[in-house]
């Protein structure tokens, strides 16, 4: 799925190349599957998002106006029903077919936010910012369950839970990756290093004993 400065959304076949569905027009900054992937959540150069149907290249809902600027970062939930959005250093919740909130602002980053995820259970939210730390919300409240973690020197780029929820990975600008105790905050593992960039995306595998990375050169 690729989403352009072309104002078009494309779904591809990941084999052959050829276009599944699309192109979707509209003015896109950035788009994304949502858990379900069933569903394609774009974010506009409005301030505004919409969810489409994958398939089809209808739209499901929107477009919705989430906070008052540009997006540093979007989630949705693992049953597709709450999208997550950070701007600055706050965080809010929606309800993803309705654009109602469900969650008043997270507000307790010392940094802009740069990652935000869901566990799987859809009950809590993990946070990363340029602050260096990560914060971990209850979805409906906005309440803090456990943090700040400490640990990187410079911002964190990437977040996920494991499929149980126990650990959190996080990907850094400086070019490490560390594995969290969700719920103390306490390092398991880490600092992994490799990477000669800022880690851009993480990863644990379904049955959590493997993380994959991902680093995007800067040109």
Not at 51 to 63: C, F, H, I, K, R
Not at 140 to 155: L, R
Not at 176 to 205: C, M, N, Q, Y
Request: aromatic residues 8%.
């Amino acid at each position: 799925m690729s989403g352009s400065f072309d104002k078009t959304i494309r779904v591809w076949d990941a084999e052959t190349g050829d276009v599944f569905s699309g192109p979707l027009k509209d003015a896109v900054s950035s788009a994304t599957f949502l858990q379900d992937d069933q569903h394609i959540l774009s974010v506009h150069f409005n301030g505004t998002i919409v969810v489409w149907d994958a398939e089809t290249g209808n739209m499901v809902s929107g477009p919705l106006k989430l906070n008052a600027g540009v997006f540093n970062s979007l989630a949705s939930s693992w049953d597709g029903k709450r999208i997550a959005s950070a701007y600055s250093e706050t965080i809010q919740v929606w309800d993803a077919e309705t654009g109602d909130i469900v969650s008043e602002l997270f507000e307790a980053h010392t940094g802009v936010v740069a990652c935000i995820t869901f566990s799987q259970d859809n009950q809590r939210i993990a946070s990363g910012s340029h602050g260096k730390m990560i914060q971990v919300w209850d979805t409906e409240t906005g309440d803090v369950v456990s943090g700040p973690f400490n640990g990187h020197t410079s911002s964190i780029i990437s977040i996920a839970f494991s499929q149980d929820g126990t650990r959190i990975v996080s990907g850094s600008a400086d070019n490490t990756i560390l594995v969290w105790d969700t719920e103390t905050g306490e390092i398991i593992s880490g600092p992994f290093k490799g990477h000669t960039e800022r880690v851009s995306s993480v990863a644990f595998s379904q049955d959590g004993k493997s993380i994959v990375s991902l680093t995007l050169e800067l040109l």
